[in-house]
């Protein structure tokens, strides 16, 4: 009897239909949450409530179909996400009256459109990309600090005088030159310096060049390194190898010359 249930709930998470429906139930969660942040009348706050409820409870049906689902339960925790759906589920259903922990339960709602992460395989594998990549993105981050820090010990000596807001200390020189790098009105703060340093144009194209152009790229190409060898990573776990077709082959003869 489980046996034959665990079948048809596994038929069920591996429905794309099914999966599609998980989809629009996430949307519609986003939409409702948007929905209270406007006034609306009682009506259509009597009518959220009762959506964020069928909502909650459509969650706890659908992790409790893939949990029941997979072959190995201790294997079902074992994956981030498996662990996030369900904790955000389990917040979910915890009734909240006090006013501080009732707003802590609209905010863990709201990571509920997080979800979509962990239903789209496309998504994940975004995400898995990004996570790979932050060791090799810590030395380009820890190399632009380096940069900036000796930039904007520059851009502190040198034009403090000319203006206190955007230079007095290192601190507000790093945010400054954050600003710079963003292109957010780079051109005014340039011109100030250059009307009593004339070269010190020099100072602001070779920070450009050092962050915007080389640093960004660099970050750049290793995101889409790791997310290549992830797209490899997930398309060999969905297409057999020829050591994989090869074993298969040995079982089959195994059978037919055991059965001759």
């Known amino acids: 009897m489980y046996q034959r249930i665990k079948t048809s709930l596994f038929s ?61 339960k201790r294997a079902f925790f074992t994956k981030g996400w498996n662990v996030f759906d369900t904790l955000v589920v389990v917040i979910s259903l915890i009734p909240i009256n006090d006013a501080e922990m009732a707003l802590l339960a609209r905010l863990v709602r709201i990571f509920r459109v997080l979800r979509m992460i962990s239903v789209v395989p496309e998504l994940r594998i975004l995400i898995n990309s990004l996570l790979r990549a932050l060791p090799q993105l810590g030395y380009v981050v820890l190399l632009m600090f380096i940069i900036f820090y000796i930039y904007a010990a520059i851009g502190s000596f040198m034009f403090a005088h000319i203006n ?31 009307a009593v340093y004339k070269m010190s144009w020099i100072y602001y194209l070779t920070f450009i060049f050092f962050t915007t152009f080389a640093f960004l790229n660099m970050v750049i190409g290793i995101v889409v390194n790791v997310m290549e060898d992830e797209h490899k990573a ?20 195994a059978l037919l010359k055991e059965r001759k």
Not at 40 to 59: H, K, R
Not at 234 to 253: F, H, S, V, Y
Request: no cysteine.
């Open 234 to 253: 997930a398309k060999g776990k969905t297409e057999p190898t020829m050591n994989e077709l090869q074993d298969e082959l040995r079982e089959i003869k």
């Open 164 to 194: 206190p807001t955007l230079w007095s200390d290192i601190a507000i020189s790093m945010l400054t030159l954050f600003r710079v790098m963003t292109f957010e009105d780079w051109t005014d703060i340039m011109y100030e310096t250059m």
């Open 12 to 72: 069920l998470k591996e429905n794309k239909l099914f999966e599609l429906l998980v989809v629009s139930v996430i949307i519609i969660s986003a939409l409702q949450i948007g929905a209270k942040t406007f006034e609306l009348p009682d009506t259509a706050m009597s009518a959220t409530e009762m959506l964020d409820v069928f909502i909650t409870v459509f969650f706890l049906f659908e992790i409790s179909v893939r949990f029941i689902a997979e072959e190995k």
